[in-house]
């Protein structure tokens, strides 16, 4: 009963405070405030039919119905770090060379929400960055430092699920509610007595795992945690249970993550049921959160003159591909949901053009009405998005028919290009040759169960030629290749005598201690081959 007092509420609220649409210009007089919530491990996918059937989202429904939503919206790194950093920047990963949850930008970059203070907004953000170079456990750093050597170890707890079981614990992830309870006392005590646009950020961590303390020291975070609150949202029969390839069969990078994912192991049919159902229930939650936001302005007579725009960092596989986490460049990691709704943007559109999240700092900065530098990889949403900036437009650049995706941390044994263009997915590993690459047609294929490269060697070979034209890959990939090993190098001479004790003990600590020896030796070996790269 209270999610369905909440629709109603919400609804009506929007109903009363309706985007301006069709031809009618916005007013120039004042731009307009602009809120971005930012949620992390999101699966796009949830955000339209038919995967939008799985799980009661009210918020996000709402934003469609009275704006616009993107349905081939794409991290451009997935990965929190590295994908903020291109959200923060506007710029590609290579271009910021944020290789991993560790390095992303200097602290002193010059982010969006710099630009538009200096033009007048007031700046507000709460809750989770994670876009500057320093997170992270040391653990992960070195996981993904040694990805290039010849080993494979266990780096992550065996994916599970946890229940509350209550059907009135409605916060589960506290930490994100107070982030939020923040951002609207906010609005209430200071955006409310602003004269000029205000814009505000929240970040969210769901529905990102929770830790796995279980998983011994060092854990990672494997574990869907939820109450029964949440998992009453979830429609477990439209529930769709992932196919799998036998082991043998998988490409060799996504054996590779699969194992170091602690993914390799039997996993009955409830059990994978469980992870995607729980999963499923704190997206919920975290459309919960959005929708107190979304209130919030509303009752502060602020809705109508506000933008709100609602993404993610990346997706989370919830056990596709036998994998759970992000790392991947399929369509549960690399698609993330983009949503906008307010003045001057147009309701009930859905734009099936891609784009990524390094248009997030074009998009708001022509939103605020301010010159856009010529150096970002981005693209503004508005000429998509609205009728009222189409005219404005007309001659600027257009998002070109494509988006470009990478990664080069951890769980992941060679960099990974994604090229998304058309019906088409194209990814491109390491230097090009050493790894077969994988082409997906999305329009014939959505699970992405069939890699089609070899069969299609024409279309395959147009489409590297435009990665190609777009990064230099194998050059990007090299110079990866030696910031690893020097990375790698500084942080052993900084642990010196204890480095063997250290090494061994990090999240793959299960398996290495079998073989500690073998493991040191692999290393070594590494360490004396010879990394030739040019400066990216």
């Known amino acids: 009963m209270l999610l369905l007092w909440v629709s109603l509420v919400a609804a009506s609220a929007l109903a009363a405070a309706a985007p301006v649409t069709g031809g009618q210009r916005r007013r120039a007089a004042k731009a307009p405030n602009v809120v971005l919530v930012v949620s992390d491990s999101f699966d796009g996918r949830l955000t339209f039919h038919p995967e939008s059937q799985v799980v ?19 991290t451009n790194s997935p990965i929190c770090c590295p994908s903020r950093a291109a959200m923060w920047s506007g710029l590609f990963t290579h271009l910021t060379q944020s290789w991993n949850n560790f390095k992303g930008l200097d602290p002193n970059f010059t982010t969006w929400m710099d630009v538009m203070e200096k033009h007048g907004y007031r700046t507000q953000k709460f809750g989770k960055l994670d876009y500057t170079s320093g997170h992270h456990s040391i653990s992960n750093r070195v996981e993904a430092w040694t990805r290039d050597v010849a080993f494979l170890l266990r780096q992550e707890g065996r994916p599970m699920v946890n229940l509350i079981p209550s059907k009135t614990k409605v916060r589960v992830m506290e930490k994100d509610w107070k982030n939020t309870d923040r951002a609207v006392n906010w609005l209430r005590k200071e955006a409310i007595n602003h004269t000029e646009p205000f814009v505000l950020y929240l970040g969210l961590n769901l529905p990102h795992p929770y830790p796995s303390p279980s998983s011994g020291e060092n854990f990672g975070s494997s574990t869907f945690h939820t109450s029964l609150y949440w998992l009453e949202r979830v429609s ?15 490409h060799p990078v996504d054996y590779y993550s699969s194992y170091t994912k602690n993914c390799t192991g039997k996993f009955t049919e409830k059990e994978i049921r469980n992870i995607r159902a729980f999963y499923y229930a704190m997206c919920a939650e975290t459309d919960a959160m959005l929708g107190e936001i979304i209130l919030a302005l509303r009752q502060l007579d602020l809705l109508q003159k506000t933008i709100v725009i609602y993404s993610s960092d990346h997706g989370e596989l919830a056990m596709e591909h036998r994998q759970f986490y992000k790392m991947s460049m399929y369509e549960a990691s690399a698609h993330v949901p983009l949503l906008m709704m307010g003045p001057g943007i147009r309701a009930n559109l859905q734009v099936s053009d891609v784009v990524s999240l390094v ?40 998002h070109p028919p494509w988006i470009l995706s990478e990664f080069h941390g951890c769980n992941v044994n060679a960099s990974v290009y994604m090229l998304r263009s058309h019906q088409w997915k194209y990814i491109a590993y390491s230097d090009g040759t050493s790894v077969l690459p994988q082409l997906f047609d999305l329009s014939s294929d959505p699970d992405e169960l069939t890699n089609i490269a070899v069969k299609f060697p024409e279309i395959t070979l147009s489409l590297d030629q435009k990665l190609r034209s777009i990064v230099n890959y194998p050059e990007v990939s090299a110079s990866v290749h030696k910031y690893n090993k020097e990375q790698f190098i500084k942080w052993k001479q900084t642990v010196g005598q204890n480095y063997s004790n250290v090494i061994a003990n990090l999240r793959w600590h ?5 073989e500690p020896n073998k493991y040191e030796s692999a290393i070594n070996q590494w360490l004396k081959t010879h990394t030739n790269a040019k400066t990216v």
């Open 56 to 74: 009661k989202l009210p918020f996000i429904n709402l934003m469609k119905a009275h704006g616009t939503s993107f349905l081939n919206a794409y």
């Open 236 to 250: 477990h029969d439209a529930i769709k249970l992932p196919k799998w390839p036998p082991l043998s069969e998988m």
């Open 359 to 398: 248009d997030i700092y074009p998009t708001m900065l022509d939103i605020a009405g301010i010159p856009l530098p010529q150096n970002l990889s981005g693209y503004s949403l508005l000429p998509l998005a609205s009728e009222t900036f189409k005219n404005e437009h007309k001659f600027k650049n257009v």
């Open 510 to 514: 299960q398996d290495w201690l079998k």
